[in-house]
Nanobody, 128 residues
Framework: QVELVESGGGLVQAGGSLRLSCVAS????????MGWFRQAPGKEREFVAR????????AYAESVKGRAIISRDNAKTTMYLQMNSLKPEDTAVYYC?????????????????????WGQGTQVTVSS
């Protein structure tokens, strides 16, 4: 079992910044990658960013590229998402997720089905 707990969401004005955190506990040694997804009301859950646990390599959705930075701590128990220049369209519930499967194709981690554990989510609201 793996438990993921997100924090750091809140209300921010457009142009502002937020740093989301995801603390992982339990059987985390089998982690291959972790990712951030978001879901706005009435929309499907969409990929935001992912980080490969072994080497720290990252990938981002086009919608956040240049504005987001995904990272992890050296202990490999916490993942972060720094979001800058926030826009109203970034408003959503943000979820962290863990994948225990290695995929050579970096784009494989874009699909929510590639992840086996999910957090409860943290709300991010960006006002215009």
């Amino acid at each position: 079992q793996v438990e993921l707990v997100e924090s750091g969401g809140g209300l921010v004005q457009a142009g502002g910044s937020l740093r989301l955190s995801c603390v992982a506990s339990g059987h985390i040694l089998s982690t291959n990658a972790m990712g951030w997804f978001r879901q706005a009301p009435g929309k499907e859950r969409e990929f935001v960013a992912r980080i490969r646990w072994s080497d720290g390599s990252t990938a981002y959705a086009e919608s956040v590229k240049g504005r987001a930075i995904i990272s992890r701590d050296n202990a490999k128990t916490t993942m972060y998402l720094q979001m800058n220049s926030l826009k109203p369209e970034d408003t959503a519930v943000y979820y962290c997720a863990r994948s225990s499967t290695f995929y050579r194709d970096i784009y494989a981690y874009i699909q929510p089905s590639r992840y086996d554990y999910w957090g409860q989510g943290t709300q991010v609201t960006v006002s215009s």
